[in-house]
């Protein structure tokens, strides 16, 4: 496995692939690697010749008050994870490398950051459309898998790839999650074992609401008076957003009619995590 830390030796190294006919397919991620990273390096794997992960801890997408510096890290931990599975190259440049003393360029999009995660974030999604633009031109890959659990990020990058014409196919990858149901996250590292508990409060909220849609209730203010019922019963929580909205265009919607997306953020303890499902 080769291991890239500037954009023009990543570059270089994709351009040859290229000139050879290789297929490559791109997993994004930003480190503390865990089941649902992999599982997008199998989807790249098995719809590419080879497959290259970024790990960068991108600073532009993170708010001044958020978490850049604490944000976990383990970069050997991380190359060993890729080797096994059999990653062909990992890019895993310096902040300095990415964005230079001139740096001055950003990506970004007049809607779909105007809902959910973007309110409470402002600055995330120009950074994180920022970044993966520059991932596309240095690594130029066929395909970018990315997850289903940031699945604003996923809206997205699906626009902006079809808006600047990058020849790149977008995949999402399902939400993968431990046994009792919360969804993987590196940001499940800063729990203490009593919010881990109060965790399973999300995922447990949207099963909850499945059940509900499945017998056959349609009414967004009802179900999201239950979610909150059933976010606030758990200690140390505190509810950014619930969120029914269109899965296309995230605008928010007061009835179930097509599919719906049901979103979630929820603050425990200190650490915001997310999950969602569309029904
Ligand atoms: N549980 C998961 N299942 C599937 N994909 C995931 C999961 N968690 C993260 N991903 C995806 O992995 C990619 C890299 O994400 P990132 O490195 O930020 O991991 P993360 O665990 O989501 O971290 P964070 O805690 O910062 O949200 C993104 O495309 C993200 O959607
Ligand atoms: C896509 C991404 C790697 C861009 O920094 C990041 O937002 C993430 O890890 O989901
Ligand atoms: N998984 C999205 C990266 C972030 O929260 O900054």
């Not at 190259?89 to 740096?103: N, W």
Request: some cysteine; overall charge negative; aromatic content about 6%.
């Amino acid at each position: 496995m080769e291991i890239y830390t500037t954009p023009t030796g990543m570059q270089a190294q994709s351009l040859n692939w290229k000139r050879q006919g290789k297929r490559i397919g791109l997993v994004p991620t930003m480190g503390f690697l865990h089941e649902g990273h992999l599982s997008l390096m199998d989807i790249a794997a098995a719809h590419a010749d080879l497959v290259v992960v970024s790990i960068f801890v991108n600073p532009t997408q993170f708010g001044p008050s958020e978490d850049l510096e604490a944000y976990p890290r383990n970069l050997e931990r991380d190359l060993a994870l890729c080797r096994e599975r059999g990653v062909a190259a990992v890019f895993t440049p310096e902040p300095s490398d990415v964005y230079g003393p001139e740096y001055q360029s950003y990506v970004s999009l007049e809607k779909l950051p105007n809902h959910l995660c973007g309110l409470s974030r402002p600055v995330h999604f120009r950074g994180v459309a920022t970044v993966v633009s520059k991932l596309f031109n240095i690594v130029l890959p066929d395909l970018a898998v990315f997850g289903e659990k940031d699945f604003q990020q996923l809206a997205v990058i699906r626009r902006l790839t079809a808006d600047l014409n990058f020849p790149v196919r977008i995949m999402g990858g399902p939400i993968v999650r431990e046994a009792d149901g919360l969804a993987m996250s590196s940001r499940n590292a800063y729990l203490s074992p009593e919010e881990r508990v109060s965790a399973l409060c999300l995922s447990m909220a949207l099963k909850h609401v499945a059940s509900e849609v499945e017998k056959g209730e349609r009414d967004v203010a009802l179900l999201k008076a239950s979610t909150e019922k059933i976010i606030l019963s758990r200690p140390h929580t505190e509810i950014d957003y619930i969120a029914f909205c269109d899965p296309q265009t995230l605008e928010a919607v007061d009835s179930i009619g097509g599919p719906v997306l049901m979103a979630l953020a929820v603050k425990v303890g200190s650490t915001r995590l997310i999950d969602n499902q569309v029904f």
